[in-house]
Each structure stands twice: as C-alpha cells, then as structure tokens.
C-alpha cells in the first residue's frame, strides 16, 4: 500500500458531500479516487476533480485500485456493502446506523470473525470528541470513585420536515449518546425506559421531546433528554455523577460575552459545527489504521449494541415499561 490511502466514498448525500470535503481538502495520506450513489447526477457534482463516479456501491468496492471504503449511504444499503468490503479485505469506515435490524448486525459480525481481523469502524463521532476524551480521562483516572449516574442531552434546533419520523430519535439520535455512555463509563446497557412528555407544539407531527433511562450493567443509570426542535441551536450536553463529585463537558464554543445587554455564549447551529474537529480526528486515526489493513475505534461489535439499545427503547415506547438489553457473548476479535 501506498503512502496515500486511495478511498472510494458511497453516498453522496450531506454526511457523504462533508467527509468527500474533509478526506479531499482537509486531511493528508489520503485520496478520494471514486464515489458512488444512485443518484449519478449528485454523486458527480460531489466527486473531486479526477475521481470516477459510480451508480453501484459494489463496483465502487470492487475496483482494483480502491483500498479503503467510506460508507454514507442509507442504512438499509449498509449490511450489503460492509459485507462487500469484508469479503474484499478493505477496511471501510461505516457511518451510523451500522445497520438496522440486530439480525443483520450479528451477520456482519459474524463474517467480520470469520475474516479474523477487525475491518469495520463505525462513526461514533463523540468518541473522538476532545472534551469527551477528558471527561472519560476523569472517570477512568478514579479520582471521583465509582460513576453512579449520567445525564445526557441532545437538542437539535429543528430537523428536516417530512424526513424525520416520530421513530427517529430512539432509531437514529439515542444511538450516539447511548454509545457514548458505554463509551464514558466502561459498562454495557442491560437495559432502557421511555417517558414522552406532553409535546412540543413545534412539529406536532413529531414525538419530541424524549426521555430515555438507560439502566447500565453495574447499576448505574443513564438518562437522555432528546429534543428535536428546541429552536435556539445544537445543543450536547454531559455530566457524570460519581461517589466523590461530579464532572461535565464545557459549553461549546467556550467564548463567554459581556456587555450591555448582559452576559451571552453563542450555541453551535448544527452537528457539523459542534463536532468539526471530531469529525476529522476519526479520520486521521481510521486512516492511520487502513493503511494497515485494519481499524480502530467503534467497532462493529458497538454498533450492534448501539442497534439492541435502540430496537429496546421501540420496545419500550409500546410496553411503557423496562426492556431487556441482551447481547450475545463478544468475539475474540473485539476483545
């Protein structure tokens, strides 16, 4: 392999168009030489100068001078094309969802095993998030003792009109901040409660906002408020509640004004402003990693619990009680 990763990126949609943007003009050791999407006109407008342009995600995979594949497409394309990359031997950076059913994540984990080497990183972006890290440092560094809660919160200011479901936030938004309290605490969720508030008259076709409570396997207890049109910005917050203090992640950005009209911090617009730097952090080391022939961070093994958690909290919603979170025994691989 050569110095430069030579990456093919399936869908071209806004996630795809932004890493195409940050693997192109950001970021070194590597090239876009290939996207793919159904959409032969988007996926030509997305593509840097010189790349070629598919309408199929397994000639993309396929192609002899691709070494490593970015998957942005729509999560019921994902298992075929993890499956695709692994068959391949190509590591593939995937973006969540992984998948959407827990039968098609054990079949991708199985084959993954199977390959004998880990080839799948999910973009659990949060991970790589610098004021997570230090606040996972705390945690892990004991000086609190033992982490007993965390509270978490996801505020999007609004959210497309006709494309995000009642579903969405416990299928598509619960996923990272349940990966991050697996993340920050060390521990698996054993199992997840709903509570839906009176809604909010904005978007009343939605169900916002939400109330998640993850019950984590040590006893610890996780609760996540999701709120999908709270209007003013993007919002992420955390705090973690342990046995000698407590420990929260700082607001974003950190610039505090004082004037006339008193004492004001701006709030990030959206995910790609707040996460920007984690965003291309994941990169940097999913990059490192392929070009060894394999891959770091969240694996495909987070991806399937990050799949139970969410398939539980739909569980939930329709038996208003507490759902079992059951995970088969880990592979080697993900030791």
């Excluded at 309408?55 to 993309?60: E, I, K, Y």
């Amino acid at each position: 392999m050569s110095d430069t990763l030579k990456v093919g990126v399936i869908g071209t949609g806004m996630i795809g168009r932004d890493h195409i943007r940050r693997l192109a003009q950001v970021l070194s050791g590597v090239e876009v030489v290939a996207v793919a999407d159904i959409d032969a006109a988007r996926a030509k407008d997305a593509a840097p100068l010189g790349a070629r342009v598919y309408t199929d995600g397994q000639a993309l995979i396929d192609a002899a001078d691709i070494e490593a594949v970015v998957v942005c497409s729509w999560g019921p394309a994902h298992e075929t094309e993890l499956l695709a990359c692994i068959a391949a031997g190509k590591p593939v950076f995937c973006e969540k969802p992984m998948v959407t059913s827990e039968a098609a994540a054990l079949r991708v984990i199985a084959a993954e095993a199977a390959a004998g080497r880990r080839l799948i990183q999910i973009g659990f972006m949060r991970r790589f998030d610098a004021d997570y890290r230090r606040l996972k440092a705390v945690i892990d560094g004991g000086s609190l003792g033992a982490p007993l809660m965390y509270h978490s919160v996801h505020r999007n200011a609004s959210v497309p009109k006709g494309l995000y479901t009642s579903e969405m936030p416990l299928n598509d938004t619960l996923v990272h901040d349940a990966d991050i309290a697996r993340f920050l605490l060390s521990d698996e969720i054993a199992g997840v409660e709903v509570r839906l508030p009176r809604r909010s008259t904005r978007g009343k076709d939605l169900r916002d906002p939400t109330f998640v409570l993850l019950h984590m396997a040590s006893g610890a207890l996780v609760d996540v408020e999701i709120s999908v049109n709270i209007a003013y910005g993007y919002d992420i917050r955390g705090e973690v509640s342990c046995e000698a203090g407590v420990a929260r992640l700082p607001e974003r950005p950190a610039t505090v004004v004082r004037d006339a009209h008193g004492v004001r911090q701006a709030v990030p617009e959206d995910w790609r402003e707040r996460f920007i730097d984690a965003y291309d952090q994941e990169f940097r080391e999913w990059i490192v990693a392929a070009k060894a022939g394999t891959a770091t961070g969240p694996s495909a093994w987070d991806g399937y619990a990050a799949t139970l958690v969410a398939d539980a909290a739909l569980r939930a919603v329709e038996s208003g009680g507490l759902e079992a979170v059951a995970m088969r025994d880990k592979p080697a691989i993900y030791g």
